[in-house]
């Protein structure tokens, strides 16, 4: 038997909806032959993992913290990958946004006020553009591949911020821990309910994909955008600057990266620590193609992700599985996203591979 | 031993992993397939070597292993860019991402378990020439598999009819299944054997470089490597100088830590990864130049007109 590919005359709006719920019904049906071969039973597994993180008002707290970060950073990603550019290292730009917000309230610990706060943003994206800004230069000038000096740089960042808090910027009162001091009042973001932890970065994160889309449907810059993806020559003739726009996705997902940075920080950290993202800028990848690299989809496969990390959590505590099975899960379902985006393209069947029917050429 | 020979030592043993993938990598991307998963199928081949060199108590099994592993989880890759036709960017990504995620659930069990080093095999009369024996004839098996494997990977692009056709189905995959070359089974090929290599590659970090199971102990070799290609402007010779070059500086930066220089360490960790930037930007500066070396198909998706 094998497998043949006829293309579609248009691409199936019905498989473009469907294709992410059949990705994440194939994980969970994968999940649970995992679980078997661990000896756990698959429903108790799937179970902890998907439907006991969202019982309780806590882990709804702890759902929205995780997922603002990566909507956030896929919603920037998503504009990069639409125009074909692929910044795979919006982890180190989460980082180095962490770092340029964090530089208020560590080197002025005093600082108090209305500004703190805003300014403590706008450097974190600040930040995180312009960390994004170098691999974006060193396509447009020097035609250097994107994908490898900006994954290159997410190891330089990582190694930054380990000698700052472990150097420079360690808390003096902290008994020779390698982190920093923690922020005052003024330098938190604030939480949106009294029920629980979340901050307002979940809101910047569900305002700004809103926006996002908004402007991508309705304005040029989203056409153009869309064009130079789908079609460089085309947008070419059409006016468009694809350096222009790459330096514009580049920068514009950089500081988005940024803002998740500084928001996690300043909202669930609170302080600077060696490690302060459990891997939110690769995930968020994976994020963008759930979403179909749409920043609505990308609100609702954010929360989907964010629930492989508690899910991981709760399926160690309950069921004494590694926790690692979450980045296994996030793999596969990226694996199953991809496989299921060919069915809108094309039409699969399966041929018995000695009898193939002979086709008349139109 | 002097301390010039132990150094170049170092070096050797640092540019092995590197030289192995990237010499895999550099098959596959001739055929036009560009695999980002290096990475991914490097770890699975270090923990499968590690695991299975723990089983058997025999680094050789341990050392296949990792190879045949790494060619059977690059086939996850190969089905879905090969017959589903699926983007290779985000694809070799995802192979990336379940590599790492599996070999951390599968190593758990071996954190902190004493590993099992691949011995050097010395060669009779040749390890025994001053300085040179040592240096190139005392080695573990796996330094002269890369070695090897750049020659006869050379010989075969370059010098064999099958060679050939691996590189027209790179450079236009249309003429060459009008020619009656089976394009995606040329491609299947070519990716399994970047699979092999990588899970060599990843052998070698578990077996000989560190002999132990550290989760995610990789660290970006793979992506180096698929950089080495690039630097390599697709030419096997170039790959090993270009390996030794980066082993040399992810060596030097070791040195210079030891030696408590002045500079904090987790600027000389970076070196290698600032490096790999700058000899990218160098390298691809000449657009002329980066195109006529390209693989013209490469990342480019094929599905058979029938």
Known sequence: MRIELQRRDAPSRRMSLLSPLIALALTMLTGCIIFLVLGVD??????????????ETWSLHELAIKAAPLILIAIGLSICFRSSNWNIGAEGQFITGAIAGSAIPILMPEASGAWVLPAMLVLGMLGGAAWAAIPAFCKT???????????????????????????????????????????????????ILDSGRTHYGAVFAVVLAVILWLSLTKTVKGFEIRVIGQARRAGAF????????????????????????????SGAIQQLRPSISPGYGFTAIIVAFLGRLNPLGIIVAGTVLALTYLGSEAAQIMLGISDKIGRVFQGLLLFYVLS??????????????????????? | MGILEAVLLTIITAATPLLLAAIGELVTERSGVLNLGVEGMMIIGAIAGFAFAQMTGNP??????????????????????LTLVTNQYATGLALTILGLGLSGLWGEAYIGVPGIK????????????????????????????????????????????????LRAVGDNHHSAHALGVNVIAVRYMAVMFGGACAGLAGAHLSLVYTPQWVENMSAGRGWIALALVVFASWRPYRVLSGAYLFGAVGIAQLHAQALGIGIPSQFLSALPYIATVVVLVLISRNRRLTLINTPATLGKGFVPDR
């Not at chain 1, 699969?348 to 000695?354: H, K, Y």
């Not at chain 2, 050789?60 to 860019?81: E, R, W």
């Open chain 1, 141 to 191: 000038r020097f035609n250097a591949n994107e994908i490898l000096t900006s994954l290159m740089l997410v190891y330089v960042a990582q190694l930054f911020l380990d000698w700052l808090v472990r150097g420079p910027w360690r808390n003096p009162e902290g008994f020779n821990f390698p982190e920093s001091r923690t922020f005052s009042a003024g330098q938190i973001l604030p939480e």
């Open chain 1, 340 to 362: 299921c985006d060919t069915l809108i393209h094309y039409r699969i069947r399966f041929a018995a591979i000695d009898r193939r029917p002979s086709k008349e050429i139109a």
């Open chain 1, 42 to 55: 698959p429903i108790a597994g799937i179970y902890a993992f998907f439907v006991e993180p969202l019982t």
């Open chain 1, 238 to 265: 059409a006016g468009f600057d694809a350096n222009r726009l790459t330096i514009f996705a580049f920068l514009l997902s950089g500081a988005l990266a940024g803002l998740a940075g500084i928001s996690e920080v």
């Open chain 2, 60 to 81: 050789y099994l341990g050392t296949l292993a990792g190879a045949i592993l790494g060619a059977l989880f690059s086939l996850f890759f190969g089905f879905l860019v």
């Open chain 2, 118 to 165: 691949l011995q050097p095999v010395a060669i009779p009369l040749l390890s025994e020439i001053p300085f040179f024996g040592p240096l190139f004839f005392k080695q573990d098996i796996l330094f002269y598999i890369s070695i090897g494997l750049v020659c006869a990977v050379s010989y075969f692009l370059f010098r064999t009819n099958a060679g050939l056709k």
